[in-house]
């Protein structure tokens, strides 16, 4: 297991902006893949987006136009930058870390509420 540290969310009304950041803790983690997921209330968790260390990204359709996912590989980071956001993007982002050997790893959770 990766050791993930979420920062950011909160309450925002519609239409505006908040950032996530989340950091992986360790060395020599190889990392792969990392990236953003989110639960609503009495909903599965979904795809936000990813991004490969090579930095290839993948959006849900969703959120494509909107939401920026970022990375700093030095500092083992992932961003996601939520611009225009809606009430349904209301819930718990979760932040995920894929090795190299396939290992998942999932932070803590942050609440974004979207207020309409």
């Known amino acids: 297991q990766v050791p993930l540290v979420e920062s950011g969310g909160g309450l925002v009304q519609a239409g505006g902006s908040l950032g996530l950041s989340c950091v992986a803790s360790?060395?020599?983690?190889?990392?792969?893949?990392m990236g953003w997921y989110r639960q609503a209330p009495g909903k599965q968790r979904e795809l936000v987006a990813t991004i490969t260390s090579g930095g290839s990204t993948n959006y849900a359709d969703s959120v494509k136009g909107r939401f920026t996912i970022s990375r700093d590989n030095a500092k083992n980071a992932v961003y996601l930058q939520m611009n225009s956001l809606k009430p349904e993007d209301t819930g718990v982002y979760y932040c995920?870390?894929?090795?190299?050997?396939?290992?998942?790893?999932w932070g803590q959770g942050t609440q974004v509420t979207v207020s309409s």
């Open positions: 995920n870390a894929l090795t190299v050997w396939l290992k998942s790893s």
């Open positions: 360790g060395s020599r983690l190889n990392i792969n893949s």
